[in-house]
């Protein structure tokens, strides 16, 4: 099969801070992330003719007014838009969509296509109905909902085995935290920016054994966009393509008693396929901005993503290699941990900081060289994994 | 007894097999007749092959321990008067794998791997759960998951 390595690029992005702006009124950070991605891609509007909204999981209104081109109408791109869809797959909507997009403009069915999320899972969804909402989505309503499983007993299903297999100490999970906070410090859009040492960390009190409050992410409202267009394009609009150079990807199940044991082993054939379409091996990568959600995920996909010795993902933020000024930069946005979690949209920030640093827009915590930069995203309780990779050069 | 007030199990036309069984304190699960392959939950085909004629099987009620985590706080609504209580992931000795919550355990004694059988746990007159204790241990009265 043909592959798509080098024939798509990200040329543009856009983001409004992450936190809480109970008075930002949900279609005005869309609008203004839409408006920064086209302006920061050098394209026209009107050479969009893809719209493609992220799910919404604060408000199901909301969510349904971007399904019916609210975009389109807010943008003024009524006259040349050709097709507006939501594309949901809560944390992986990010892989999701970048692989609808590329194909739809390799294959020449869109010019460019843009991509857009916006969710206020801070102000817009009291922490009561975070809870229920969260208990109940990818639970098996017959057999897990009477045992009070939630996404954040998850952090602690998955913790709890990583430890008993790796030997990963609790102040090295401590680490990864400490290694995202010292990355938000340097974000301006993250919501968390004050440094926390890994003694903070663990004084914080157990939530989910042996899940601690400051191991949680955050939920926030956010928005970011990004526009994909071909490389032929973008070579034309734009000096700092990111280039899509590889996609691999898995889906494993729908509940956490339906992994495959041992739990999200089926990660690491989707990061082969994507080096192989790259080109590229673990050791060709400049940074790596990892799906957070918790640091389980985190270091379990370091693992599998091959970027470290199997278990011993937890030394490495450990020793500060993750870090700002490391040897591998590892979520540089600060992840929803520390940047915040705007529910379907944690997998866009990272997918979005993949391409600012690849484009070399990512002002302070800029990694220089930044050549190749992976970026994975998650879904549901862990169902799939997804891998993409990016490069300056094709 | 204070009313039960935690969610209750989803009943369908298979679930209700299951849960009746587990009145008459029986776990079930399914096995595939045309490959073997023990399925849970239970499904409308196996997974495997796709057969539509799944079995009805009685576990021995004995597993392990795959993963656990106390609950001390952020629990679902309905369980934040029940705190702590344990979660758990148990690989069944059949070959399939269930979630439930431990209980009649110390909290320090849980680990990875550890040895669990089932209990069973009428919480309404309708639904009993089944839930596991460490195998040797006898059942506490107070603790409850």
Known sequence: ?394 | MSEYNKPLPLITEQSKVFYDACKEEKLLYQQCSECGQAIFFPKQLCPNCMSHVLEWQTSRGKGKVYTFTISYDFAPPQFAQALPYVLAIINMDEGFTIMSNIVACDLERLECDMPVEVVFDPVTPEITLPKFKPVNSEQKGGHRG
């Open chain 1, 1 to 394: 099969m043909d592959s798509i390595r080098g024939k798509a690029a990200i040329v543009g992005i856009g983001e409004v801070p992450t936190g809480h702006y109970p008075e930002r009124p949900f279609i005005k950070a869309a609008v203004d992330v839409c408006e920064m991605a086209i302006k920061d891609s050098g394209l026209a509007k009107e050479d969009i003719d893809t719209v493609i909204p992220i799910g919404v999981v604060s408000n199901a209104l909301d969510g349904a007014n971007m399904v019916c081109c609210w975009i389109v109408e807010e943008m003024g791109m009524g006259k040349t838009a050709k097709s507006n869809f939501q594309i949901m797959s809560g944390g992986s909507s990010s892989a999701n969509s970048l692989k609808t997009a590329a194909a739809l403009v390799t294959s020449g069915l869109s010019k460019a296509v843009l991509v857009v999320h916006c969710d206020r899972m801070g102000t817009g969804l009291d922490l009561q109905a975070a809870l229920a909402t969260f208990s109940v989505v990818s639970v098996n309503q017959e057999y897990e909902v009477p045992y009070g499983f939630s996404q954040l007993a998850l952090s602690g299903l998955l913790q709890q085995r990583y430890m008993h297999d790796t030997g990963t100490t609790e102040r090295q999970i401590a680490s990864v935290v400490a290694s995202l906070r010292k990355w938000a410090a340097l974000n301006p859009n993250a919501m968390l920016q004050k440094p926390k040492t890994v003694e903070d960390i663990l004084d914080s009190k157990i939530i989910c054994h042996p899940v601690r409050k400051k191991m949680m992410n955050i939920l926030a409202d956010g928005a970011a966009a990004y526009i994909v267009t071909t490389a032929e394009r973008a070579k034309a609009v734009t000096d700092t393509p990111a280039y899509i150079l590889g996609l691999g990807s898995r889906c494993t199940n729908f509940t956490v008693t339906g992994q495959p044991q041992d739990f999200f082993k089926a990660w690491n054939p989707a990061a082969r396929e994507a080096y192989e379409m790259a080109g590229i091996t673990p050791k060709d990568i400049d940074v790596a901005e990892i799906y957070d959600a918790f640091p389980s995920f985190l270091l379990q996909s370091m693992d599998y993503l091959e970027l470290c010795k199997p278990g011993e993902a937890g030394k490495l933020f450990e020793d500060g290699v993750t870090s700002p000024g490391g040897e591998l930069p590892v979520t540089t946005n600060g992840g929803m941990m520390a940047q915040g979690h705007t529910g379907a949209g944690g997998g866009i920030a990272i997918l979005v900081e993949a391409a600012r640093q690849v484009m070399g827009k990512a002002g302070d915590r800029q990694v220089p060289n930044a050549n190749i930069v992976v970026e994975t995203a998650v879904g549901g309780v862990g169902m799939d994994f997804h891998v993409g990779v990016l490069g300056r050069e094709v």
